[in-house]
Nanobody
Framework: QVQLVESGGGLVQPGGSLRLSCAAS????????QRWYRQAPGHQRESVAT???????NYADSVKDRFTISRDNAKNTVSLQMNNLKPEDTAVYYC????????????????WGQGTQVTVSS
């Protein structure tokens, strides 16, 4: 009932920047917390950044001061600005959101995007 579509991944050199975006669509009444996760080969999926619908943010220690999460509640989008990228940032990045759907009785359901590849390499 809710679809999350990421965009903006790609190949970038160390020290470079990328901006990921995630657009939510469907029978959305409200998006609560929105998150970015990532999963590198051979590693578990990890939380990168979160943002509440009030704009409160939280970051993994490994990306603090380099990544910035933001959202546009009117457009149901969330973005991740990634600066000073490092090879260890290479991963598939996933958008995630807790959503209340129209006609869902107020139930909160978690949704995931399909992921977008970010590769940091010279």
């Amino acid at each position: 009932q809710v679809q999350l579509v990421e965009s903006g991944g790609g190949l970038v050199q160390p020290g470079g920047s990328l901006r990921l975006s995630c657009a939510a669509s469907g029978r959305i009444f409200r998006l609560n917390i929105q998150r970015w996760y990532r999963q590198a080969p051979g590693h578990q999926r990890e939380s990168v950044a979160t943002i509440t619908n009030g704009g409160i943010t939280n970051y993994a220690d490994s990306v603090k001061d380099r990544f910035t999460i933001s959202r546009d509640n009117a457009k149901n989008t969330v973005s991740l600005q990634m600066n000073n990228l490092k090879p260890e940032d290479t991963a598939v990045y996933y958008c995630n959101a807790d959503a209340i759907i129209i006609g869902g009785g107020g139930k909160v359901t978690e949704y995931w995007g399909q992921g977008t590849q970010v590769t940091v390499s010279s």
